[in-house]
């Protein structure tokens, strides 16, 4: 299975709320408030497995400077994110994350909100740089040099994954420390300059500065002026129109949609309340969230009897190891809001309904050691999300 599929969606969904709650033998019995206890989730109590969540929206920023913030969350203060750190970051009008490139990561982010102009330079000399509002992704591949700039009104807030558990946005590759670091002579035998040019640069990292707010970018560009690299970088992905099922939406960019992102995907997916986004797991890849509204519940079944059950909400990060089952609820009364996003351009997963779809009933009655009828009812195919 390597696509979407809408098969399915017709039908199905009353069967697989009663018949897949007792074949699953997992935490489906619990009612929407109370999260389910370790004897449900069939959880030993001494099991070893992790909580799968992380408050990054109300943890303290590691980085403030007057032209913004930032707050990371990887492998060192969330041990289970092995395979992604995210950075919360915010801009303000003028603030300029300065120019800089990763070493050991790729950088996939979505604006939350605001408005930001991203400036990137690729190997083939290539450049672009793009205004970008909420509700958009970019993707820098590893190396790609950049900037981000807060516009006005209002700056900016975005989120940025780096496909890197070990990876620290705060270690990044940035201008001013390297021209800091290196001879003024230097300097000035490479840009063709006096020494003097450089008595007034910044002696460390600027990391984040803060100046006037950068005015629109000239339309049409200059005759003569742009280098546009063969594959962009940005994408419009609430601009997607979106795969609705009964309960929800999802909007996914892979390598297939935005043909630069070709070691991560993103997916936006919501939920209306009460719904569910089914039982499935990835074959090629860990799945990294960012939950931006609503009030979500998300349980990993790690094998061995270990399942793992947190509740969610704004701006909490979770994560699941590749290949480990899961699935999300929407607990709460409003619109449940997920950012996905997942090591691999290409995206892979095996649905529970799907699966047991394309078993013969006997072989499930023989599974179970129940009677064929009990599966009489249960969908035909993916449900993806459900009511
Ligand atoms: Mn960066
Ligand atoms: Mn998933």
Partial sequence: MTEFSRRGVIGGSAALAGGLAMLAGQASAQ?????????????????????????????????????????????????????????????????????????????????????????????????????LTAGDVWFFPRGHGHSIEGLGPSGTTFVLVFDNGAFSEFATFSITDWLAHTPVEVLAKNLGVPVSTFAAFPKKEAY?????????????????????????????????????????????????????????????????????????????????????????????????????????GKLDVGYVPRGCGHYIENVGDDELQVLLVLNSGTYEEISLTQWLASNPKPLLANNFSVPEATFESIPEGEVFITG
């Fill in 208 to 312: 984040i500065s803060l100046g006037a707010p950068p005015g629109a970018t000239p339309w049409p560009p200059a005759p003569g002026s742009l280098d546009t690299p063969p594959l962009t970088h940005g994408y419009h992905l609430l601009g997607q129109q979106p795969r609705r099922y009964p309960g929800g939406t999802v909007r996914l960019v892979s390598q297939k949609e935005f043909p630069i992102s070709a070691s991560m995907t993103g997916a936006l997916i919501t939920l209306e309340p009460g719904a569910l986004r089914e039982m499935h797991w990835h074959p090629n890849a860990d799945e990294w969230q960012l939950y931006l509204a609503g009030t979500g519940q998300m349980t990993v079944f790690g094998s061995a009897g270990r399942a793992s059950t947190d509740r969610f």
């Fill in 31 to 131: 009612t929407a408030s109370e999260p389910p206890t370790a004897a449900q989730t069939g959880a030993p109590a001494s099991a070893p497995f992790p909580s799968f969540r992380f408050p990054l929206g109300s943890i303290t920023a590691q980085k403030q400077y007057p032209g913004g913030w930032g707050k990371e969350v990887n492998a060192e203060n969330f041990p289970p994110s092995e395979s992604f750190a995210g950075v919360l970051m915010e801009l303000k009008p003028g603030g300029l994350r300065e120019l800089h490139w990763h070493a050991n990561a790729a950088e996939w982010a979505y604006v939350i909100d605001g408005a930001c102009r991203i400036t990137v330079i690729d190997p083939g000399g290539g450049s672009e740089t793009l205004d």
